[in-house]
Structures are given as structure tokens and as C-alpha cells.
Nanobody, 115 residues
Framework: QVQLVESGGGLVQPGGSLRLSCVAS????????MLWYREAPGKERELVAR???????MYADSVKGRFTSSRDNAKNTVYLQMNSLKPEDTAVYYC?????????WGQGTQVTVSS
């Protein structure tokens, strides 16, 4: 059974940085693209970043230049490095693994940007 476990969230001041991790188990991780979403209170879940199996990345306009996604296939882990954080980045962040059969989600990790 596929499981995704995120970590690395927390409280940070504006302008600060955090690195989120998502560890996958139960699948051949290296074969799949991995995605990061976030959901802020009262808003729809939105796609933040995507990294393909080969490491090609794409980002939402709102985070471009500030967030970087990477992956370590040997550790079955995908990362989201978040720099220059803003209050509007406050949300629960989820990693997502889409397969042909099903989409898998982690439990989410809270990121709060506040002074």
C-alpha cells in the first residue's frame, strides 16, 4: 500500500525559509512524478509544484523564484524548499503521487508564516 508522509512544516517569520519533505513507501517511487499542493483556510487546494520522474520541475506563478522542488530517488523522498516566505504562503501543504489507477495523498503539514 502506498503511503506518503510529509514533514518539515512549522511557524516561520516573513522572509524566512522552510524545507518540506515527503517520504513515499509501497511503490516504485522513481517512476512517478510528484506534486505539492497547498490548501489555505477558506480557499481551494492549489497546485504549487510538480517534479517529474526525471527531475523536470514546474511551479505556480505565486511561488516561482522562491520555491524549489527536488527529489532523492534513493531515499524515496521529494522536497520542497521554500524561501522568502510570505504570510499568504500560510497553508497546509500536501504531497501527491498520481498513478494511472489512483491518486495518493499525504496527511499534510502546516506552514504558518507570521511575525
Amino acid at each position: 500500500q502506498v503511503q506518503l508522509v510529509e514533514s518539515g512544516g512549522g511557524l516561520v517569520q516573513p522572509g524566512g525559509s522552510l524545507r518540506l519533505s515527503c517520504v513515499a513507501s509501497g511503490t516504485v517511487f522513481r517512476m512517478y512524478a510528484m506534486l505539492w499542493y497547498r490548501e489555505a483556510p477558506g480557499k481551494e487546494r492549489e497546485l504549487v509544484a510538480r517534479i517529474t520522474s526525471l527531475g523536470t520541475t514546474m511551479y505556480a506563478d505565486s511561488v516561482k523564484g522562491r520555491f524549489t522542488s527536488s527529489r532523492d530517488n534513493a531515499k524515496n523522498t521529494v522536497y520542497l524548499q521554500m524561501n522568502s516566505l510570505k504570510p499568504e504562503d500560510t497553508a497546509v501543504y500536501y504531497c501527491n503521487l498520481p498513478t494511472a489507477r489512483k491518486e495518493y495523498w499525504g496527511q499534510g503539514t502546516q506552514v504558518t508564516v507570521s511575525s
